[in-house]
């Protein structure tokens, strides 16, 4: 990993209101490593999401993309400056073709005009053709060649899921955020998923953070992990730090009575 990390947060924290959803959260998260955000229900991992693709605006601290400070942002501009996600509930085009909604990932790279759009210029077909070929060597990471034509929603759960993470790698990211990959998975699939978020590390040379409640999937992939509850960090530190950890442990199952 490189010495300069690709997103760095600093005293992150957000209010709604009176109550205090994120606090004091810092995170750093080198180039090409596999990272995990874990805590019980409600910790706040989903708003810690939400606020770095500008979902939310925090209210106070700082997010640090690549050395550049992504404060003023929107969530348009943050995806284009290199970050991309997926969320916890699947958010496809399901009227659309599986390549179609892939294509829709690629936005940030069509140089095509109105015009040459309008009049289906020369251009406008090269673009397409790249778009085409593009989108399916994307499907092909998860060997998803063969249903380019069907409509996304037709898909069984799990290649929806697996789909969104295309469809987000298609944004050209510099780090992707998958929020609970894993779920709805059977443990074959899940067995599979960690593999291929390991081959989207290292043919992408992007990093990975993941919120994941499969504990078996974010101890056996991830290299760093931060735990997070009532919106503060609780714990950092590998998967055997996390795993012995007792402040961790009462998180997750509460204290022994004495």
């Known amino acids: 990993m490189s010495e300069t990390p690709i997103l760095e947060c600093r005293r992150l924290g957000i209010d709604f209101g009176g109550l205090t959803a994120v606090d004091e959260f810092d995170l750093t998260v080198g180039r090409r490593e596999i ?5 019980p229900n409600g ?3 989903t708003t810690v999401f939400n606020l770095l693709t500008k979902v939310y605006k925090p209210t106070r601290g700082t997010i640090m993309l690549d050395g550049v400070d992504t404060h003023g942002m929107t969530t348009v501009q943050v995806n284009r ?3 991309a996600r997926t969320f916890q509930n699947i958010r496809l085009f399901n009227n659309l073709t599986v390549e179609d909604n892939v294509k829709l990932g690629q ?14 210029l020369p251009s406008y077909w090269r673009e397409e053709k790249a778009a085409h070929e593009r ?17 996304a929603g037709s898909l069984p759960y799990g290649a929806q899921r697996r789909l969104e993470i295309v469809r987000a790698l298609a944004t050209e990211p510099k780090i992707l955020l998958l929020d609970e990959p894993a779920a709805g998975m059977n443990p074959s699939e899940t067995a ?7 081959k989207i590390r290292d043919t992408f040379s992007i990093a990975v953070l993941l919120i994941e ?3 078996k999937l974010v101890m056996g992939i991830c290299e760093n ?10 714990a950092k530190g590998t998967a055997e730090q996390i795993q012995n950890d007792p402040v961790v442990i009462e998180a997750y199952l509460g204290k022994k009575e004495a």
């Open 35 to 39: 990272a995990g955000l874990i805590g």
């Open 213 to 215: 409640h499969d504990m």
């Open 81 to 83: 400056a290199g970050i």
């Open 135 to 151: 989108a399916l060597d994307l499907l092909s990471i998860f060997d998803m060649q063969d249903m380019a034509d069907a409509k």
């Open 225 to 234: 992990i931060t735990v997070v509850n009532f919106g503060k960090i609780i």
């Open 192 to 198: 599979e998923l960690m593999e291929n978020i390991r």
């Open 107 to 120: 936005h940030n790279h069509i140089n095509y005009g109105l015009w040459s759009g309008l009049f289906r």
């Open 43 to 45: 910790a706040g991992k």
